[in-house]
């Protein structure tokens, strides 16, 4: 089975703290994702990386930013952590092209920045 | 105009109804179209792929309109356990943008 592994599951935060949120996949997925979700908004991509070392902001970039060092890893990274980056962030991963295209998602990592 | 739009909901149907939901997209180099169930604080997990044709998995039911560009889910004889929002997720031809539609909620009621 794929594995989306999503390290810190619940978070607190002071504002202005630096917040690493890392990503892990096991299936060799060349594209990974995160995204945040908020009620009445839905999923909205921050960044997405279609390979080591490559990264395209998404939808809502600002105050993130990412890594991509290794294929299996993914990290987002709030610079500055502000109060409306309270939310439930995402992580995803797929291979174009295999697998019916599927998206798999990480379980969740649930952000509060007081 | 939002690139992905789905019925807002929430739906509430009695444990044993037909439900519907649909979602429309605008780009019309979209290639690929799934549907994910969404639980409570939970991620996302695939529900089914959409193809061309049509296709059936059990009590759930998936189309694709291209020539109104719009996607279907259809859940026969509801169960309790139904409840849950439905995404659509759309994927361009490039294959490297993935859209979600904001979720549609389906509450099942006993």
Known sequence: DVKVTQS???????TGEKVFLECVQDMDHENMFWYRQDPGLGLRLIYFSYDVKMKEKGDIPEGYSVSREKKERFSLILESASTNQTSMYLCASRTPGTDGNTIYFGEGSWLTVV | RKEV???PGPFNVPEGATVAFNCTY???ASQSFFWYRQ????EP?????????GNEDGRFTAQ????SQYISLLIRDSKLSDSATYLCVVINRSARQLTFGSGTQLTVLP
């Open chain 1, 8 to 14: 810190s599951r619940y978070l607190v935060k002071r």
């Open chain 2, 5 to 7: 739009e789905q019925d």
């Open chain 2, 26 to 28: 605008s780009n019309s």
């Open chain 2, 39 to 42: 639980d409570c604080r939970k």
């Open chain 2, 45 to 53: 997990k695939l529900l089914m792929s959409v193809y061309s044709s």
């Open chain 2, 64 to 67: 694709l309109n291209r020539a």
